[in-house]
T-cell receptor, first 114, second 117 residues
């Protein structure tokens, strides 16, 4: 079984500043993947960043990076130099290596203030 | 990059009719596809997992006779909402898993907004 929890329904950040979105998870699988997806008003799901659980190194993608704490089952997303286009709903998700199901958190609505 | 095409983007139908939504993986083979339902300002709720050539696995509480899923080929999965009612109105999204990718990747369709009158 997998559960993903995002405890921040809404977050806001000033343009050019840094913001961190929180995510905790639980899984019964020994090997799994973690993701952050962005859903803008168009509702198209866009992959922001992914992390293989067996890798200790935190994933980074340009302005986006994660803080993966496997023992604590925490997977936070840091957005640096926030831009207006970053405003969206952000979902944390986990996928077991068996590939049976992709489980999403409740989402965090991010607002970027100019 | 890999693309998942989902059609139609939106559909309006009368109560009691059936609606079919298609999800196609373009330029990659998707042995597994996922179907999600999303209500406004809520998360994606997994409805079922579709594996090519076999019966779909439905999540608890999802009526398999209501939401028919067919995954007849490596690039196409369909979701049919049978005898639709207003409470079935929702945003439906499919996702396809690219097994051929060197890294685990999932790609999403653009979604289908279903409105049942």
């Amino acid at each position: 079984a997998q559960t993903v929890t995002q405890s921040q329904p809404e977050m806001s950040v000033q343009e050019a500043e840094t913001v961190t979105l929180s995510c905790t998870y639980d899984t019964s699988e020994s090997d799994y993947y973690l993701f952050w997806y962005k859903q803008p008003p168009s509702r198209q799901m866009i992959l922001v960043i992914r992390q293989e659980a067996y890798k200790q190194q935190n994933a980074t993608e340009n302005r986006f990076s994660v803080n993966f704490q496997k023992a604590a089952k925490s997977f936070s997303l840091k957005i640096s130099d926030s831009q207006l286009g970053d405003a969206a709903m952000y979902f944390c998700a986990s996928l077991g290596a068996s590939g049976s199901r992709l489980t999403f958190g409740e989402g965090t609505q991010l607002t970027v203030n100019p | 990059g890999a693309v998942v095409s989902q059609h139609p983007s939106w559909v309006i139908c009368k109560s009691g009719t059936s609606v079919k939504i298609e999800c196609r993986s373009l330029d990659f083979q998707a042995t597994t596809m996922f179907w999600y339902r999303q209500f406004p300002k809520q998360s994606l709720m997994l409805m079922a997992t579709s594996n090519e050539g076999s019966k779909a696995t439905y999540e608890q509480g999802v009526e398999k006779d209501k939401f028919l899923i067919n995954h007849a080929s490596l690039t196409l999965s369909t979701l049919t909402v049978t005898s639709a009612h207003p409470e079935d109105s929702s945003f439906y999204i499919c996702s396809a898993r690219d097994w051929g990718a060197t890294n685990e990747k999932l790609f999403f369709g653009s979604g289908t907004q279903l409105s049942v009158l």
